[in-house]
């Protein structure tokens, strides 16, 4: 290739990047919708739901459910090309492991593209899915053999960080909070009351408040202002959330429906734009489920 038309082909090059990003700018000028961003966070609950006797094992359920969104956030990554990819996607825990092991791996389990250069996202895309199942295996070998349950703090992770951690405020993005956890909500930091309002759903609290083998529990929740507790800041209309993997005491099977009317009432009084509560059920089962959701 002779100097003059290496000289031309660089100015072409040079032309269609900046064409592509006045196309982008354009868009958001213009009120014209812009390419959607995933913001994928996934909020892991670290407590003795690890050991629960199924079959699946639950680390290996709750692998499988990140593999599923790892696909989904690799599969956008494809159709938007390098250049136009700048989905985010990372794990959280509430509250922060103490084990500094575990805070080591999890650093690695935190993506945001919009950060990257194309080198840099074609080695996200070639990794991620091995980087987090090792990093999560291995969160999980530890948490279990420690026997250190610090659980997870769900109703104060929404009253204090779900805005912050997982809404990016720009249009582009579709904001999207994974919760993984047995239903049933409790920590021992958490542990408030404001007349029939609470920060914790427990086995106990179901069975002392009449809630257990009463066939009118919707009506008791809704006429006697029974739910989670949601201070003024909770707000979250930016924010879908999908509930996985919901597992009731087998000897109180219908605390599920229960744990399922106390999160509806809840979310909906924070004005959650979007979100789906299911039971823990076979990987292929969840698998779909969560596409379904990313699909609407």
Request: hydrophobic residues 35%; negative net charge.
């Amino acid at each position: 290739m002779n100097a003059k038309m290496l000289f031309s082909f660089v100015l072409l090059f040079l032309f269609s990047c900046g064409s592509q990003q006045n196309n982008e700018s354009k868009e958001s000028t213009n009120g014209e919708k812009p390419i959607e961003q995933l913001n994928i966070s996934i909020l892991l609950d670290l407590s003795d739901r690890l050991i629960q006797p199924l079959e699946p094992d639950q680390p290996s359920r709750d692998i499988e459910v990140v593999s599923v969104l790892i696909d989904i956030f690799k599969s956008r990554m494809q159709s938007k090309g390098a250049f136009m990819a700048k989905d985010k996607f990372k794990v959280l825990f509430n509250p922060i492991p103490s084990d500094p092991n575990i805070n080591n791996l999890s650093k690695s389990l935190n993506i945001d593209l919009s950060k990257l250069d194309n080198k840099q996202k074609k080695e996200v895309y070639d990794n991620i899915e091995t980087d987090f199942e090792n990093a999560l295996k291995e969160i999980y070998k530890i948490t279990i053999q420690n026997k250190d349950w610090i659980g997870s703090d769900i109703w104060r992770f929404f009253k204090n960080d779900a805005k912050d951690l997982c809404i990016e405020n720009d249009v582009s993005y579709r904001n999207v909070l994974v919760i993984l956890t047995d239903g049933y909500i409790y920590h021992k930091q958490s542990i408030e009351k404001q007349d029939n309002k609470t920060s914790y759903i427990t086995g106990n609290f179901l069975q002392n408040e009449g809630f257990r083998n009463n066939p009118n529990w919707k009506n008791k929740l809704e006429l006697e202002n029974y739910g989670l507790i949601v201070s003024d800041e909770n707000s979250l209309e930016k924010l879908e959330v999908i509930v996985l993997e919901i597992n009731p005491s087998p000897s109180h099977l219908n605390d599920e429906d229960i744990i399922k009317g106390f999160i509806t009432k809840w979310f909906n009084e924070m004005n959650i734009s979007s979100f789906v509560i299911h039971n823990t059920d076979l990987p292929q089962n969840t698998k779909k489920r969560v596409e379904n959701f990313f699909k609407n």
